[in-house]
């Protein structure tokens, strides 16, 4: 008796791998790509600049732009027409044709409902305003999200992350230099000293990009500068890049609290990778501060170094707490929105023409690591394990589903 017919075998039941294609130059599809006016907290960046848009209908894409979508940058509708984008009146016209929709800060609620069936939502995240509701959202209609912050590439950079964070970085001296002044009702103390006065004390927490931008600035208006972290080997790169100019030290309760008396101003500006940020500064450590002494909370929108933080927007961006001025706005970069446009552009065009030049999002998943780092919800299932714990909810590794039938 026969024991195993070959003719009867059927090679489909359960998961079945594939070997991932090479890729074959010529093959790529014509992308519909929507760029929504931002609609949340004062947000003034857009994605992509006239210069940006020319070069994906130039790959043979169609840009869709809803109308002033650019005017808060200073790019006019004009600009985009005149490089070939179309300029859309209503927005729900624009979900529909485009299914690739392209934006700075994450969909609100309302954007959301908007979204279609297997659309592909490339945006911010947000994790410290994120809920279990959007995630559901995004699960339920199949879309393929894809997250600034999770973009890495293969040298582990993070590069729209990175741009951000150099901007963020010298963004939050400047900020907190404007409200230590007299008449924002600061100290009226400046960062750095003159002749026989005693520059002031910046003291930021963490040691990564922006905390390495902010301490240049800070350096360039010559103010004294404590660093702090709990990772030595960020503390010796940073002492290193910046000519042992800094004062370093580990981030724990002792010199935590002896550097937040000494503060006139504190950064926030530690972060933990995928993950939400290391609430640092205690509440008695800020009552404990100066009178009239400033915080930036630059990470507030993945949770705040600083236990009083909350986050604010760009139209009130302060709040007064234990006689502290405390700026905790999550989107500095928007500040000078012209600029971060630019930098967010020159990082996420390449990544489109990819998509494009691959034939779609499921074969540039296969290709391209850095988008595949960068996705956290595809094909129905949430796919970063970080997610999945802090929103107690099950995940599928991308690895798996790209390389299965599901």
């Not at 808060?72 to 600009?79: G, I, K, L, V, Y």
């Not at 409902?113 to 809920?131: D, M, P």
């Not at 030290?249 to 926030?268: R, W």
């Not at 009239?292 to 600083?306: L, M, P, Y």
Request: glycine share 8%; with cysteine; net charge negative.
């Amino acid at each position: 008796m026969e024991i195993f017919n070959p003719s009867e075998y059927k090679p489909d039941y359960g998961l079945k791998t594939l070997e991932k294609p090479e890729k074959v130059t010529g093959s790529g599809m014509s992308l519909k790509i929507g760029l929504p006016k931002e609609c949340s907290n004062d947000e003034r960046r857009i994605s992509l600049t006239p210069g940006g848009v020319s070069v994906l209908i130039a790959n043979g894409h169609e840009v869709h732009i809803e109308r002033d979508a650019g005017i808060m940058a200073n790019f006019t509708d004009h600009e985009y027409s005149e490089v070939g984008a179309q300029i859309c009146e209503n927005v729900d016209d624009l979900y529909k044709k485009c299914e690739l929709i392209l934006k700075v800060a994450p969909p609100t609620p309302q954007e959301l409902e908007l979204t279609q069936h297997k659309q592909v939502i490339f945006s911010a995240l947000h994790l410290g305003n994120s809920t279990e509701d959007f995630f559901r959202h995004m699960i339920k209609k199949s879309i393929t999200g894809i997250g600034f912050e999770f973009i890495q590439a293969q040298d582990r950079s993070f590069p729209i992350v990175r741009m951000m964070h150099e901007i963020t970085g010298s963004m939050s001296v400047q900020i907190a230099s404007h409200y230590l002044e007299s008449y924002a009702n600061g100290q009226g103390v400046m960062l750095g000293g003159i002749s026989g006065v005693p520059p002031a004390t910046v003291v930021i927490l963490g040691a990564g990009i922006i905390s390495e931008y902010a301490a240049r600035t800070a350096l360039g208006y010559g103010a004294q500068v404590f660093v702090l972290d709990n990772d030595l080997g960020k503390l010796r790169r940073l002492e290193n890049a910046l000519d042992r100019r800094i004062i370093t030290a580990m981030a724990n309760t002792q010199y935590l609290t002896s550097a937040t008396k000494a503060a006139d101003v504190v950064i926030g500006a530690a972060m933990l990778e995928g993950n939400r940020a290391p609430c640092w500064v205690t509440e008695a450590m800020v009552e404990g501060m100066k009178p009239g002494s400033v915080i930036v909370d630059t990470v507030i929108d993945q949770g705040g170094n600083i236990a009083t933080s909350k986050s604010t927007t760009h139209t009130k961006p302060i709040f007064l707490k234990h006689e502290v001025i405390h700026y905790c706005v999550p989107n500095i970069p928007s500040n000078v929105a012209r600029t971060a446009t630019y930098a967010l552009n020159n990082v996420i065009v390449p990544f489109l023409v990819d998509i494009g030049d691959a034939g779609g999002i499921n074969e540039a998943l296969w290709t391209n690591v850095s988008l595949r780092n960068g996705t956290y919800v595809y094909k129905g299932h949430l796919t970063k394990k970080t997610l999945s714990q802090m929103f107690q909810m099950p995940y599928r590794d991308i690895e798996m589903l790209i390389a299965s039938r599901i």
